[in-house]
């Protein structure tokens, strides 16, 4: 059956057969649905900034990845218009972080989402917002 949540997976599926960077990020899909994703990896050392903690562009393309997954969740190609992030915690060296993507509003071409990145005790360490340009181009 192909229904909403099947095509996102498969949306997911050939992105992420050809996104080098999140395979990079060893990025683990927890849960993709229709205009949603969560997914998660796992900080390492190499992911570190000068102070010891995570480099702030490690979580943005975290975050980045779960908004793109949930862009992209209809089948659609859908690229970023503008994003923004806030860091509230640090990232350690071994943290989990999870990136759940929810849609915020939705209008004809364009959407709103909204992403928390959290440590693996719950504890928010980054909001990043993002909207996107919905095309009428199928991703297969």
């Known amino acids: 059956m192909n229904s909403p949540d099947n095509l996102a997976k498969r949306a997911v599926e050939k992105m992420m057969a050809h996104d080098y960077f999140s395979q990079w990020l060893k990025v683990e899909i927890m849960e993709v649905k229709q205009y949603y994703s969560k997914i998660k990896m796992e900080l390492r050392r190499e992911m ?7 480099h702030g562009g490690i979580t943005f393309a975290l975050a ?44 004809n071409k364009t959407a709103l989402y909204l992403i928390e990145v959290k440590n693996q005790n719950n504890e928010l360490v980054a909001l990043f917002k993002g909207t996107c340009y919905r095309t009428e181009k199928s991703l297969f």
Do not use: H
């Open 48 to 54: 570190l900034n000068g102070f010891g903690i995570a």
């Open 64 to 107: 980045d990845s779960a908004f793109a997954f949930a862009c992209n969740s209809d089948g659609k190609i859908t690229v970023a218009l503008d994003n923004s992030i806030s860091f509230t915690k640090p990232g350690r060296e071994g943290d989990t972080l999870t990136a759940e993507a929810k849609q915020i509003s939705r209008a």
